[in-house]
């Protein structure tokens, strides 16, 4: 059974950091690029990040581009996203993701990607 169980989150100031975990299992993990989606309460889903298979390429919003980092552990069959410099906006529910054709990995929703995790939520305020 494929799992993805997510951990990370929580309440944060403006300009402060938080990471994202996204532990897998249930299939050859770094066979497989991974992708973190966010949906915030009365706005569409957005793509955030995605990274490929070994780790060595990686994809960003423009909205995020430069404040957050995507990696990833094969060895721990572990997907990360660093989140430093958050924003009010940046508040969301984040789901890690994956596409086993890799060919819908910028997707925004999560319903367009064969497993999601959980979701966790993300609030940045003072």
């Known amino acids: 059974e494929v799992q993805l169980v997510q951990s990370g989150g929580g309440l944060v100031q403006p300009g402060g950091s938080l990471r994202l975990s996204c532990a897998a299992s249930?299939?050859?993990?770094?066979?497989?690029?991974m992708s973190w989606v966010r949906q915030a309460p009365g706005k569409r889903p957005e793509w955030v990040s995605a990274?490929?298979?070994?780790?060595?390429?990686?994809y960003y919003a423009d909205s995020v581009k430069g404040r957050f980092t995507i990696s990833r552990d094969n060895a721990k069959n572990t997907l990360y996203l660093q989140m430093n410099s958050l924003k009010p906006e940046d508040s969301a529910v984040y789901y890690c993701?994956?596409?086993?054709?890799?060919?819908?990995?910028?997707?925004?929703?999560?319903?367009?990607?064969?497993?999601w995790g959980q979701g966790t939520q993300v609030t940045v305020s003072s």
């Open positions: 993701a994956t596409d086993f054709t890799g060919l819908r990995i910028r997707r925004p929703s999560i319903y367009e990607y064969d497993y």
């Open positions: 249930g299939f050859t993990f770094g066979s497989y690029d």
């Open positions: 990274i490929n298979s070994g780790g060595d390429t990686t």
